[in-house]
């Protein structure tokens, strides 16, 4: 499969240098921001599930309305929706789109968040729900004829899908996480799995993890999960450029980091006043470990953005000229990651240069990657292979 690119969705200016207090949809900046990414050959944007945001189905029909070959990505949580009812909604949407509907499901990493919308399950029990789930739809789209169900966390009696997805078998699901639920849920069951910027070492243990929970689930090696990454590059003509602008980020996220800690008073589960709670999900606690290591990881990867944001969300940044930031990239392609995530931090501004500057140079490394790898395959057993 071909190395594809992902953005993430964002509905009006506010951003976390600049953010707007309680800013409303700004429909004319939604389209611009979606017809950006489409005119620079980004292939999916993410729309982003929170309890207290904006519906992700309407945004992300409203997308497809404006765009051509943009594929939307649905961030959808087991809890909020009941699978029969997420089977048909993404298989409308998909049709809607003509084939470009993906889901990504969050197992939930908070219990604090989950809580919001009446979700009381235990971490390993929203696994086990999510593994549920995952099951559903896919028997939901694959076939017409009615089926039941009948488990802890869902029963129904002859249930028939109608609305086929656009290729009338599936859409793409995608499972992420660090746990080792997550690996084992994901390896057999996704056909994507999503990993937070880590360092090289620590990618590559991750999809080792993957692929083996693929392997012991049956899977052969060419339906093996392809691996996405993400990461908030902070990028400019030269090094100094890129470190200077790396710099005035940091200072702003920062700042807003200790207005957001005043505001949460007392002690926290943190154990000190005003420090942010320590992150529940082993993602982020990753993440804040990997920081204590030191700021720079392999060639760009940049961490006290981490730790100014307590790793909230994907926070790990690469940093430096175009050309560093496009070598980087390509050595988490070389590792097999197939679909690189890269929002920054000047929502729109940057993914117009990442179009410009990141998308291009990317692409036009990838057949001599191909072509290294082909001989280095026929090199040790004359087989060819494609770079995954």
């Known amino acids: 499969m071909p190395t594809e690119f992902i953005s993430a969705t964002f509905l009006n200016p506010s951003t976390e240098l600049h953010p707007i207090p309680n800013a409303r949809i700004d429909p004319d900046y939604l389209t611009r921001y979606a017809r950006t990414l489409d005119d620079y050959a980004f292939n999916y944007t993410l729309v982003p599930y929170d309890s207290s945001y904006f519906d992700p189905w309407t945004v992300g029909a409203t997308i497809a309305s404006v765009t051509k070959n943009l594929k939307i990505i649905i961030?959808?949580?087991?809890?909020?929706?009941?699978?029969?009812?997420?089977?048909?909604?993404?298989?409308?949407?998909d049709q809607l789109s003509s084939g470009r509907a993906v889901v990504h499901l969050i197992a939930g990493g908070s219990d604090v968040e989950q809580a919001r919308e009446g979700d009381f399950l235990t971490k390993e029990e929203r696994y086990a729900r999510l593994e549920d789930y995952i099951r559903i739809l896919k028997r939901a789209w694959s076939s017409p004829e009615p089926f039941d169900w009948d488990s802890k966390y869902y029963q129904f009696k002859q249930f028939r899908n109608l609305?086929?997805?656009?290729?009338?078998t599936s859409i793409p699901i995608s499972v992420g996480g660090s746990s080792e639920d997550a690996y084992r849920i994901g390896g057999a069951l996704g056909d994507i799995f999503g990993l937070w910027g880590e360092p090289l070492k620590e990618t590559k243990d991750q999809i080792d993890k993957i692929y083996a929970a693929a392997d012991k689930a049956g899977r052969a090696p060419t339906d093996r999960p392809r691996i996405w990454v993400t990461f908030r590059p902070i990028v400019a003509e030269t090094e100094e450029l890129a470190w200077a602008k790396a710099h005035k980020?940091?200072?702003?996220?920062e700042?807003?980091?200790?207005?957001?800690?005043?505001?949460?008073?007392?002690?926290?589960?943190?154990g000190k006043a005003g420090e942010a709670p320590a992150p529940q999900n082993v993602g982020s606690q990753r993440l804040l470990e990997i920081a204590k290591r030191g700021e720079v990881q392999d060639r760009a990867l940049w961490y006290p953005t981490v730790t100014a944001t307590n790793a909230r969300g994907a926070s790990t940044a690469l940093v430096g000229s175009y050309q560093t930031v496009v070598d980087s990239i390509l050595d988490y392609v070389k590792l097999g990651c197939e679909l690189i995530s890269i929002r920054g931090y000047d929502n729109l501004n940057d993914a117009i240069d990442y179009g410009r500057y990141i998308l291009p140079q990317v692409r036009a490394n990838l057949p001599d990657l191909e072509k290294k790898s082909e001989n280095g395959a026929n090199g040790a057993n004359g087989n060819s292979v494609a770079v995954r």
């Open 255 to 270: 700042n807003n980091s200790a207005k957001k800690q005043s505001a949460w008073g007392g002690a926290t589960a943190a």
């Open 75 to 93: 961030a959808l949580r087991p809890n909020t929706l009941y699978p029969t009812v997420a089977a048909k909604a993404l298989a409308t949407l």
């Open 163 to 168: 609305v086929r997805p656009a290729n009338n």
């Open 249 to 253: 980020t940091l200072d702003a996220l």
